[in-house]
């Protein structure tokens, strides 16, 4: 538990997620309303696909991973949720359950979490921070629904929409090039362009011998301007 983040008020991510934008006394009402705890390792859920929805989860520190169950019971995933976001079904007082899982992705994760009944007297106290709740999950269906648009393209470009998604999760400063630590093995991100592990690594050689990024292990290094490029290129020969 050591280093715990202690209030999202000191929070060094949250002018980049959930909460940016909102007042200090709303902020601090709400962290002060979370029950804050850790999980280490790879591979452990905070929650499972088809458990009753009881409350939200704030990322803290860490990266998770959101699973779900395709017929055939192959794991399919949906996106990753980084510090200072929410992750959870949306419950309106009727029984409702997790459409998907959420499972660690390795490292020490914080997180950080509040009953619905709990969120929605804020909400009330606080119309801002109920804004900014709803902007938070609109945004999610958002990607969700870009991500289901990428299922009909070429798998290079798959590859590259997901590696820029990922570098805009896993780094909001904005530099032009970052070494980005992709918290996934090539075998979950094959997994999230749903192809094959094999494919997947040709696609990474061929965006490499393009110089958009550089492969070492497990780290990426992206060259974000070199990744524009290709993606507008790329749409305008559409």
């Known amino acids: 538990m050591s280093g715990m983040q202690k209030t999202c008020l000191d929070c060094p991510h949250r002018e980049e997620g959930f909460l940016k934008g909102v007042g200090e ?16 390792g790879r591979g452990k859920f905070i929650f499972h696909q088809g458990e009753p929805v009881t409350g939200v989860y ?53 997180i950080g979490r509040m009953g619905w009944r709990q969120l929605r007297l804020l909400g009330e106290r606080h119309p801002a921070l109920a804004l900014q709740l709803a902007r938070h999950f609109s945004e999610n269906l958002f990607r969700l629904y870009r991500r289901v648009g990428m299922a009909r393209l070429p798998v290079e470009q798959r590859v590259a929409l997901l590696l820029e998604h990922l570098v805009n999760l896993l ?68």
């Open 25 to 40: 006394k709303a902020c601090k009402e709400f962290s002060d309303g979370l029950a804050r705890y850790s999980v280490a």
């Open 58 to 110: 704030l990322i803290c520190r860490g990266v998770v991973k959101l699973t779900t169950v395709v017929p055939g019971g192959e794991e399919a995933i949906v996106d990753l949720a980084v510090p200072c976001s929410i992750i959870s079904g949306v419950s309106d007082g009727a029984a409702a359950s997790h459409p998907c899982a959420a499972v660690t992705t390795g490292g020490q994760v914080e």
């Open 171 to 238: 780094d909001r400063a904005g530099s032009e090039e970052e070494v980005v630590e992709i918290p996934l093995s090539n075998k979950e991100l094959a997994q999230a362009v749903s192809t094959a592990p094999e494919t997947l690594s040709r696609s990474l050689r061929d965006l490499r011998a393009k110089g958009i990024l550089k492969v070492e292990k497990r780290t990426i290094r992206v060259r974000r301007k070199a990744m524009r490029q290709y993606l507008e290129k790329v749409n305008g020969e559409e």
